[in-house]
């Protein structure tokens, strides 16, 4: 799959990366909710794993301009964060265009499971 990274956090931009390459998907990694944007509209991903919280543009901003084109109004999106698992802000997510949130650090199992229900097809869990 080719997947969409946007984290402002360096390390964790990388980290997240590298870990989806070792499991063979093709992966852009950018800063920020503005790159992350055009980087959609660049070539289509087949899913977005985006931080909430990034400058210029944040990730729910991000994700209702994303949700906006005709391209990519249904590319699956996975909101990250840290603090995702309080309810005003998985809400705020959710209502934004994620169909699922990830706390961070990262449960790579989860993900891992996102990601292969992605590939067969059967979306993401509500």
């Not at 093709?26 to 992350?36: H, I, M």
């Not at 998985?90 to 650090?105: Q, T």
Request: proline share 5%; with cysteine; glycine share 8%.
């Amino acid at each position: 799959m080719f997947i969409l990274v946007a984290e402002d956090g360096d390390d964790a931009r990388e980290s997240l990366k590298m870990l989806l390459e070792i499991y063979g998907h093709q992966v852009r990694a950018v800063c920020n909710g503005l790159e992350a944007v055009r980087a959609a509209t660049e070539r289509t991903p087949d899913v977005i794993l985006m931080d909430l919280g990034m400058p210029q543009m944040d990730g729910f901003e991000a994700a209702r301009q994303i949700r906006s084109m005709p391209q990519t109004m249904s590319v699956p999106m996975i909101a990250l964060s840290a603090w995702v698992a309080v309810g005003k802000l998985r809400d705020r997510a959710l209502a934004s265009g994620y169909r699922l949130c990830l706390v961070k650090p990262i449960d790579h199992k989860m993900l891992s499971q996102a990601l292969e229900a992605i590939s067969r097809g059967s979306g993401l869990p509500d």
